[in-house]
């Protein structure tokens, strides 16, 4: 098993924060010198840097974060590479022709993945291009469809459990200023991973995602480190999944005559 970590360094001098959220700060509140041991105090909102996000988050019915069980963070993850289109549109949404042509390329994506989407923007991280706000202090960041996300809701691909990924502040187009899709998205026990790092490490299928972090009290999320992690290769294919915590080898193949 291969661990990656798929989460930015949380340092209030790169990581951006959404407009409107609290202003993060990292102060030294002991030090070995004069207390015996070293000690930072950290004030932000629990939304940001790298984080999840809970079904509480947008849906006041929805579970909070003391509300989850440990495997609603534990999923299998595919990656839908929209680098270029991104490149090419700040504001574009992952459609279902990407859904498509992901699963004629790597076959259906698992019922309660986190499917996320690697659209490229943490090139951006610690500049002004990230948040790429505009005259009016309007965000334009790419994804992830409504229709997309419907699709995947009603054909089960993100079931009671799931997520949605990307490497921008979250799973909406930052032009939408509804939130659609995050109100789609959470519920049952669906979550969000945000900020994601590090995508490249990531394969298109057969690794899975562990989100840890503080679990608050009536929590909306956390700020997190999301780990992929990655079954080795065994006969060029990737070991099954068959539930959390378990992991099956495929059939060997018959010998070479």
């Known amino acids: 098993m291969t661990v990656v970590s798929l989460a930015h360094v949380h340092d209030p001098a790169t990581t951006p924060v959404f407009p409107g959220d609290p202003e993060f ?3 030294t509140a002991a030090t070995i010198e004069r207390d015996g041991y070293y000690l930072q105090l950290v004030r932000r909102g629990e939304h ?3 984080h999840w996000g809970a079904p509480g988050h947008f849906d006041p019915a929805g579970a909070l974060a003391d509300e989850l069980h440990p495997a609603d963070l ?3 993850a595919v990656r839908i590479d929209v680098r270029a289109a991104a490149a090419e549109n700040p504001d574009y949404q992952v459609s279902l022709a990407d859904l498509a042509a992901f699963e004629h390329r790597h076959g259906r994506i698992p019922a309660g993945a986190a499917v996320i989407a690697w659209t490229g923007w943490d090139r951006h991280w610690g500049t002004p291009a990230y948040p790429n706000l505009d005259e009016h202090g309007g965000i334009h960041q790419p994804g992830f469809g409504l229709a997309a996300v419907r699709w995947l809701i009603e054909t089960g691909r993100l079931g009671r459990r799931g997520a949605l990924g990307s490497d921008t502040f979250g799973p909406d187009p930052g032009s939408d200023d ?3 899709v995050s109100r ?3 519920r049952e026990h669906r979550v ?3 900020n994601l790092a590090n995508l490249e490490a990531l394969p298109p299928t057969g690794a899975w995602v562990l989100a840890g972090g503080a679990v608050n009290r009536a929590g909306s999320g956390s700020a997190a480190t999301v780990f992929g992690l990655i079954p080795p290769h065994r ?3 990737r070991r099954r999944w068959t539930g959390p915590h378990h992991f099956r080898d495929p059939p060997s193949p018959p010998p070479e005559p």
């Open 235 to 237: 006969q060029g294919t």
């Open 192 to 194: 969000s991973l945000e």
């Open 25 to 27: 700060t990292l102060t």
């Open 178 to 180: 509804t939130y659609a």
């Open 184 to 186: 789609a998205l959470y």
């Open 74 to 76: 534990f999923l299998p």
């Open 48 to 50: 940001t840097g790298t």
